[in-house]
């Protein structure tokens, strides 16, 4: 029988203090940590983020959005003929690993 290999998000204790944001979107932040661990961003898109967490896209967006005016995280948008129209990043270097 083969052991399934565990991933862990990480999610820093500044972020789940934060009372602005809200609960699920901070497990998003621990998830964007993930992505953007080995570029520093990541082009994850909100349909891609919604299959994981068994929500509607839009409810990402609103997630992306609280996390973007808690300045957690920084969202540039890019051409549109690209396969995903944005990069998100982390806004505070030190997160990162």
Same mark, same amino acid.
């Given at each position: 029988? @083969?052991?399934? =290999?565990?991933? /862990?998000?990480?999610?820093?204790? %500044? #972020?789940?203090?934060?009372? @602005?944001?809200?609960?699920?979107?901070?497990?998003?932040?621990?998830?964007?940590?993930?992505? +953007? %661990? @080995?570029?520093? *961003? +990541?082009?994850?898109?909100?349909?891609?983020?919604? &299959? &994981? /967490?068994?929500?509607?896209?839009?409810?990402?967006?609103? *997630?992306?959005? =609280?996390? %973007? $005016?808690? %300045?957690?995280?920084?969202? $540039? =948008?890019?051409?549109?003929?690209?396969?995903?129209?944005?990069? #998100?990043?982390?806004?505070?270097?030190?997160?990162?690993?």
């Amino acid at each position: 029988m @083969k052991t399934k =290999k565990s991933e /862990f998000v990480v999610i820093p204790m %500044e #972020i789940v203090t934060n009372n @602005k944001v809200p609960g699920n979107a901070k497990i998003l932040y621990g998830e964007i940590f993930y992505e +953007c %661990e @080995k570029k520093g *961003w +990541c082009t994850t898109g909100s349909s891609d983020f919604a &299959k &994981k /967490f068994k929500v509607r896209h839009t409810t990402i967006d609103g *997630w992306i959005k =609280k996390l %973007e $005016q808690a %300045e957690l995280i920084g969202v $540039q =948008k890019r051409d549109l003929s690209t396969q995903s129209n944005r990069i #998100i990043y982390l806004k505070d270097p030190s997160m990162a690993v």
